[in-house]
């Protein structure tokens, strides 16, 4: 965005990956203009279903939820197909949709024409704040970035004045989260000489042939250049910036109100997926295989992604829709720069409803303040 989120599944016995191995970008969407509310130009990439192969005309009617992404999958999204079996061993299908982009996989929630948006919490904030849109976000999935910068081996925190910062420009995710987790620990990044290289992987290019010093990247693509052994992770923007959140459910309120037990269980069957993500390695990896979910990662580079996972803190485990986490990620939103203004971003309780995330802390004994 100048909002950064993630951009760049049918069988009733197994979950099947749609455009696995292509990586959504995090948090990237640039909220430059009005959101669009034609459906009818949706491109469909494909549907996941843990159940009935066939979408049905209203959630409330059965056991059936209708998800949305706007985007691939990669791999981080283990946890999603994780969440989609708790859900199916609760009796629930789980219908994935995934579309082009996250404007129309918005809009199909908006429309009707799915119950929850698995996207950026910030969307919500400006459909409900520019067009008054009848949804409201419900819990958090990634609840920081998973960018991680690295580094020519010579160079620690304390010598980087003069080193070249590859990004793809300007105002871009890399560009945006690199300087801001350099500046919150007190590197200036006027200090950088900045360099317009290109996406993840022409970033990655530059820095293993030495031409440049510096590169932010999404963990699981900047592991295999670690495992050369010609650069190394400088720091872990996730575990620096803290609550920035990534990805969450949008859910309509015509759900909500016809179904609130439905939309209950699917909140808690994704925290209790965060939980596990953060917590059994050796599973993760399995699920984000059985799912072709690693693309070129080889098992030790997964090992290594998902250590990244973990200790940036990717996963939220308690929801992280406490009005702090929703204001810090309001807050770099408004450093990025977009269509998100402080003078129109709606009032947390307009569009934020946390009564799910604390009904499952209170379910399993904790303080519903939790984030």
């Known amino acids: 965005m100048n909002n950064m989120h993630r951009i760049e599944q049918l069988s009733a016995t ?25 459906i009818g130009a949706f491109l469909v990439a494909g549907l996941v279903a843990s159940g009935a192969s066939a979408p049905v005309a209203s959630a409330s009617a ?28 609760e009796g629930i299908t789980a219908q994935l949709s995934n579309l082009a982009d996250p404007a129309s996989a918005l809009e199909a929630v908006i429309s009707g024409q799915s119950d929850i948006y698995l996207g950026d919490p910030m969307e919500a904030a400006v459909a ?6 009848a949804v409201q976000y419900v819990g958090t999935i990634d609840q920081t970035t998973d960018y991680v910068i690295l580094a020519q081996p010579k160079f620690t925190l304390k010598n980087l004045s003069g080193a070249t910062l ?10 945006i989260i690199a300087n801001t987790a350099l500046a919150k620990i007190g590197i200036d990044p006027s200090s950088l000489n900045d360099v317009t290289v290109g996406g993840t992987s022409a970033r990655v290019t530059a820095i293993l042939s030495g031409q440049v010093d510096l590169a932010p990247a999404l963990a699981p693509s ?30 309509s309120n015509s759900i909500i109100h016809s179904n609130s037990a439905l939309v209950q269980k699917v909140v ?17 990896i399995t699920v984000a295989n059985a799912n072709q979910l690693q693309g070129s ?33 309001e807050n770099y939103t408004y450093a990025a720069g977009g269509s998100l203004t402080k003078a129109n971003t709606p009032s947390y309780k307009s569009w934020v409803n946390p009564k799910y995330v604390q009904a499952f802390l209170k379910a399993n004994h904790q303080r519903t303040s939790s984030c």
């Open 268 to 284: 808690s069957a994704f925290l209790a997926s965060n939980r596990w993500a953060m917590t059994h390695e050796a599973q993760f």
């Open 297 to 329: 990662l080889t098992t030790a580079e997964e090992k290594i992604s998902w250590q990244e996972f973990k200790s940036g803190n990717f996963f939220a485990q308690n929801g992280a829709i406490c009005a702090s986490a929703i204001s810090s990620t």
């Open 128 to 133: 409900v704040g520019n067009g008054g849109a």
């Open 166 to 175: 590859a990004t793809a420009g300007p105002g871009t995710a890399g560009a």
């Open 14 to 38: 197994s979950v099947k990956p749609v455009g696995a191995g292509k990586s959504r970008n995090r948090r990237f969407f640039g909220f430059v203009g009005p959101m669009r509310l034609m």
């Open 62 to 89: 059965s056991k059936t939820v209708r998800l949305v992404l706007g985007g691939g999958t990669d791999f981080s999204d283990a946890s999603l197909y994780y969440a989609i079996t708790l859900l199916k061993n």
């Open 222 to 251: 900047a592991v295999a250049a670690v495992a050369t052994g010609k650069v190394k992770v400088l720091l872990n923007a996730g575990s620096v910036l803290g609550k920035y959140l990534q990805q969450g459910m949008i859910v």
